[in-house]
């Protein structure tokens, strides 16, 4: 892959952050009833962080979880014949709550969908909830973000990468070609 742009800066990601912590305890009228689960990898750094802002703002503690979704997805046998499965900890019910599921990007919304079908296996949610950093368009499936840190529209040949420095030792947004 090359390098082509950078799109957000750490302080536009800290930035986005907030704002989407905002917008989650605004459409929930606050965050009773609330739990927060980062899709691996990068939605969970980003769950951590929103669940801090939460905090900061509300003065409340919610759940964070982590939602491993590689046995869920539907082109499993198309990424990797010998795929690498983490761990996934939710160390609370889910059942009756609101869930915010937290990505760093849609795309197909294939990985969103994954998710939803692991969480069955966890209980029944009042609600899902979508929260991404990066919406780039080209969905593949009827299923949209609630919460959105940015739109950037790409081409099919471009590959976006959100960063943490929890994952990757720097925050940021950047387009590569392919």
């Known amino acids: 892959m090359k390098f082509k742009t950078q799109i957000m800066n750490s302080t536009d990601v800290e930035r986005a952050l907030v704002r989407l912590s905002h917008q989650i305890i605004e459409k929930n009228n606050g965050v009773s009833d609330l739990c927060l689960l980062g899709i691996k990898t ?35 046998s198309k990424i990797n014949i010998d795929p690498v499965i983490n761990q996934t900890n939710i160390s609370f019910p889910i059942e009756d709550k609101t869930v915010v599921l937290v990505d760093d990007v849609i795309f197909t919304g294939r990985t969103a969908r994954a998710a939803m079908d692991a969480l069955k296996d966890y209980g029944r949610p009042a609600r899902i909830q979508l929260c991404v950093m990066i919406d780039r368009g080209h969905s593949e499936l009827p299923i949209k973000a609630t919460y959105v840190g940015k739109n950037i529209p790409t081409s099919l040949s471009e590959v976006v990468l959100v960063n943490f420095d929890e994952t990757d030792g720097v925050t940021g947004v950047v387009i590569n070609e392919i």
Do not use: C, F, K, W
């Open 42 to 76: 990068r939605g969970v750094p980003m769950a951590q962080r929103i669940a801090a802002n939460i905090r900061s703002i509300e003065g409340t503690e919610i759940p964070v979880g982590e939602i491993d979704i590689t046995m869920y997805r539907d082109d499993l």
